[in-house]
């Protein structure tokens, strides 16, 4: 007999390959919802649809990510809260109440960048407001406790998410771009990691399937690099002709705060390939013309 999983934020980046990972899979019967069925941050929502599927796993790719708008408007951090704490903790209460395997995301930006590699015991200490809701979100999970697993990644790059709140990843944002200008003024002193979503939900099948011990896990392609030195390697793969030309942050004022350096070290799990590979292999599915 099959173990059911169900995925929420089935229609974003993320939540898509997940579903595809799992329906891939003889071990799982997945079932798939976004916002239209479920409600995160609603109780009564969740509980119905965990009553509706009785899952043995619950995988939560639902998030609020857009970092500026939280950052300056109240309304949209209000509902960055209730979206990256309030619904996690409706979940994770839930879930450790029926003993359910529950897996949730977190991401680099709950680290303020002062040390510059983080371990998955380190202390967070988030230097903007989504960074904030985020951490909120890993204190409720944590908190509640029973069979969680709670992955961190960061700069996530697939196939653009059907969701409203989907946004293209920076690598499709640089072709785009690229198409457009023949110079491109790129940032050169954030570092952090990039995530191949394909590459993501395959280790999630598999810390679930092998039975991995519970908690905090870091899950990220190798080879950390900052966003001017990933756009160089996107231009190589794709023989495109463009200036890259690398420049401090404060050349594109934001309004949140990023940290200067939020590499995810990963100490429990075998290592993910490196990006550029797993980039390649985007590119070569999703850009045949290039």
Not at 87 to 100: F, H, K, L, M, S
Not at 103 to 114: A, E, L, N, R
Not at 247 to 264: C, D, I
Request: proline letters at 4%.
């Amino acid at each position: 007999m099959r173990n059911k999983v169900l995925i929420i934020g089935s229609k974003g980046m993320l939540g898509q390959d997940m579903t595809k990972e799992f329906e891939a899979s003889y071990n799982w019967d997945t079932f798939s919802v976004d916002i239209e069925r479920v409600d995160i941050t609603q109780r009564s929502s969740v509980d119905f649809i965990i009553d509706k599927y009785e899952p043995q796993a619950v995988i939560n790719c639902a998030a609020y990510n857009a970092v500026d708008r939280c950052e300056v408007e109240d309304e949209e951090f209000k509902l960055a809260m209730r979206v990256n704490a309030e619904g996690p903790g409706n979940i994770a209460e839930i879930c450790a109440q029926r003993n359910i395997i529950f897996f949730h995301f977190s991401t680099d930006y709950v680290f303020d960048g002062q040390k510059g590699e983080y371990v998955e015991n380190d202390q967070p200490n988030p230097i903007n407001r989504y960074g904030q809701t985020k951490y909120e979100g890993e204190k409720k999970v944590i908190g509640f406790g029973g069979k969680f697993y709670l992955a961190r990644v960061s700069k996530l790059f697939g196939k653009t998410g059907r969701s409203l709140m989907a946004k293209k990843s920076f690598f499709d944002k640089m072709i785009s771009f690229a198409k457009e200008n023949k110079t491109l003024k790129v940032v050169d002193d954030e570092l952090s990691c990039f995530c191949y979503t394909p590459d993501i939900a395959a280790e999630v099948r598999k810390i679930i399937e092998q039975g991995a011990p519970y908690g905090i896990y870091h899950i990220v392609n190798e080879h950390p690099c900052t966003w001017y030195e990933a756009a160089c390697e996107l231009f190589k793969l794709i023989n495109f002709k463009v200036e890259v030309i690398p420049v401090s942050a404060e050349e594109f004022p934001r309004p949140a705060k990023r940290p200067k350096s939020s590499v995810l070290l990963n100490t429990k799990l075998k290592p993910l390939r490196p990006y550029f590979e797993a980039l390649e292999e985007y590119i070569s599915k999703e850009y045949l013309l290039l």
